[in-house]
């Protein structure tokens, strides 16, 4: 899932920011700068195991893995205020930025050093995903005394993904900023036009089911939802709520009516006519961002009931 995302400086902090300064998701255009007045300094966080916060633009959401502690802090040298994920002899093995809506962004460089002295120059590596998918990997050496910026602009997959893994062994780090390029535009889905096949037959439940619908994204987003544009003009099309297979009162769709991927992936979608009409609906397939615009058409040929 796509938005465009203007180029940002974006400094990560802890309970720092301010939907005031940026309060879209995605990210629009900003720099959120330490070191301007008025942030709160030595923000401290216990934790042990798995923890999160967000908020981060209200866009971003990091999670941690590990014990230890989780710090926003303010220090006398230069650059003297960033996000410290790891000190206070806190172990971790990686360390995960992603979008808090599921939306890609582009993400062109990261500035961090690593905590402790025994890591400088330790091998991290940064993972990009998308939809729960590895879709790009890069390594780099990340130094204590000195800030490192790991440049990804060119690098497979980071130009497209809704998640960021930083990872190494017992890798506590210290991240000073990321900075954001403009996300790929979404293309929109496609779907198939169908007969239905194996039925209806007159006055017997027909169950439609995902692949009916010839869903397709070039983006390799998956199916969000179907949405109807126009329900059949003989027989009712219905969601079966109670998952009994037949049609109760209120189950009824009617045109803009969105069926979930669940409710297709358990055939919920169902059709019955108490007639012989040959009748048909018109749908478009739904992506997570955008519809298609294909008018797509689903003909149901009714049968006699098979003797």
Not at 110 to 124: H, M, P
Not at 287 to 303: M, T
Request: proline share 3%; with cysteine; charged share 15%.
């Amino acid at each position: 899932m796509k938005k465009n995302i203007l180029i940002l400086g974006l400094f990560l902090q802890y309970y720092l920011f301010s939907s005031s300064i940026i309060a879209q998701c995605p990210i629009s255009a900003g720099t959120i700068n330490f070191e301007e007045t008025g942030w709160p300094g030595s923000t401290f966080t216990n934790f042990t195991g798995s923890t999160s916060f967000s908020n981060l633009s209200e866009c971003l959401t990091v999670e941690l893995q590990g014990s230890g502690a989780l710090r926003y802090r303010v220090t006398g040298a230069s650059p003297n205020v960033f996000l410290d994920l790891g000190s206070a002899g806190g172990t971790y093995s990686s360390h995960i930025i992603k979008s808090s809506n599921g939306s890609e962004f582009n993400l062109n460089s990261i500035s961090l050093r690593v905590v402790n002295a025994a890591e400088d120059g330790i091998t991290t590596t940064f993972t990009a995903k998308k939809n729960g998918a590895t879709v790009g990997s890069t390594t780099s050496s990340v130094a204590r005394a000195t800030t490192s910026m790991v440049n990804l602009s060119g690098v497979s997959g980071f130009d497209d993904l809704d998640e960021l893994i930083i990872s190494g062994p017992t890798l506590g780090i210290r991240i000073f900023e990321m900075v954001f390029g403009v996300a790929a535009s979404n293309n929109a889905p496609t779907a198939s036009s169908f007969t239905a096949t194996n039925g209806p037959y007159e006055d017997l439940t027909y169950t439609f089911s995902t692949s009916d619908f010839g869903y397709s994204d070039g983006d390799g987003d998956p199916l969000n939802n179907l949405l109807i544009e126009s329900v059949p003009s003989a027989g009712t099309l219905y969601v079966d709520a109670d998952n009994d297979d037949t049609y109760d009162g209120g189950e009824e769709l009617s045109a803009s009516d969105q069926i979930s991927k669940a409710d297709l992936d358990a055939g919920n979608l169902q059709y019955i006519q108490n007639g012989s009409t040959n009748t048909s609906f018109q749908f478009e397939v739904n992506d997570g961002i955008e519809n298609s615009s294909g008018n797509y058409i689903a003909s149901l040929n009714v049968l006699p009931v098979p003797t």
